[in-house]
Each structure stands twice: as C-alpha cells, then as structure tokens.
C-alpha cells in the first residue's frame, strides 16, 4: 500500500521535519511505501495550506495519509475539520495517524472488522480534532491574558517583536523613500525582509496618506 507522509510545524523557527525519520521508520514497519513527502511550516488552524493541498492532489484511491498526531494534521474549527475529513473519505484515502493505535488497523483490516474499526477510529478522530482546536484555542488565550497582565502592570511594556517590526518598517521606509521606482522583490531584498512585508508596509503607508 503506499503512503504519503504529512509533516507540520506552526512557526518558521520549527522543524516540521522533525518527525519525518519515525514516519519512516513507522511506514516501514507497517509495510508501507512511501511515495511522497509533505512537509511545510504553517498553522493548523489554516485549512487551506501549500503542501497538504498538493498531497491531496496527488494521492490516489487507497492510498494512506500518516501523520504524527491528529493536532499535526488539524487544529481546525470543526467545520473546516468535517471539510477536510470529507475531502479524505471522498478521495477514498485512508488517514493514519501514529499516536492513534486504532487507526493502525486501517492499513490492512477489510470485511466487518475493517468497517467497525474505521467508525470507531473516525469518531476518535473527531474527538481528537476538537481537543486540538480547543488546546490552540486555550493557548492563544492564554498569550492574550499574560500580555493584558504585563500592560496592566507596566503600561510602557510592549511586546518584544514590536521593536523589531518598527526598525523593518523604518529600514522599508527609507529604502522606498531613496528608491521609488524599485520594484517590491528588489526592496525586499535589500532589506532581508519579505515581499509580503514590503506590500504590507506600501499599503499602510498608502492608507495613512
């Protein structure tokens, strides 16, 4: 049976393929041939993402989906969960997930244990995706209070990126400001930001003209 091995990691500073030699190793034990590598570095919250889009373009009727844990996969709202599940079964994928033994079975189980484990598994997955969501939910929260916190106690405390931002919107600035014909790839570049960045900075500067 082959396999596509999805890997995530929230931030740039992450290794998202941190986990892609146990994926390996699991695929290996499992006979499995890995067929395709997806690895990227976005939230789970983002339903729409670069390389999980491609994996599903890619993988055929059968195929397997394996992830570390569901939270790898998902931290959707439970709509776009039901969204991207139906998009798996439609596609007639198998989604394993190796911190999930009862998904194990899906890559060799048929007949009537296969159909009672694959409902079994789908709902412990449901269960999964939504304490995934809610932890991410619990956790931006928590940011949110610790920073409130810090305000409320010293109203000239800000954020330690905040500095950062302002020197990157100061350096864009200037450069525009010598430059104006510059094109937004090569002003990027010369102040090691991204293109995104540079845009971002035109279109405030613009609103606040």
Request: overall charge positive.
């Amino acid at each position: 049976m082959k396999a596509h091995l999805y890997l995530r990691a929230s931030t740039a500073d992450q290794d998202a393929n941190r986990a892609k030699a146990m994926l390996e190793a699991f695929a290996a034990e499992k006979g499995l041939t890995v067929i395709g590598t997806y690895s990227e570095n976005i939230s789970g919250t983002k339903l729409h993402r670069p390389e999980l889009s491609r994996l599903l373009d890619n993988a055929e009727s059968g195929d397997c989906i394996v992830c570390e844990s569901v939270d790898r996969l998902s931290r959707l709202s439970n709509a776009e969960w039901k969204s991207l599940k139906g998009t798996i079964q439609a596609k007639g994928l198998r989604l394993v997930v190796v911190d999930l033994p009862t998904s194990h079975q899906l890559v060799s189980d048929t007949g009537i244990t296969g159909a009672v484990m694959e409902v079994i598994n789908n709902m412990l997955l449901d269960l999964m995706a939504t304490m995934a969501r809610l932890d991410q939910e619990k956790r931006v929260e928590r940011i949110k209070q610790g920073i409130e916190n810090k305000k409320a106690a010293n109203p000239d405390w800000k954020p330690a990126g905040k500095g950062k931002n302002a020197a990157m919107r100061e350096k864009v600035t200037g450069i525009m400001a010598k430059h104006p014909t510059m094109t937004a790839d090569d002003v990027a570049k010369l102040a090691g930001c991204g293109v995104a960045t540079v845009y971002r900075i035109k279109k405030e500067l613009k609103a606040a003209s």
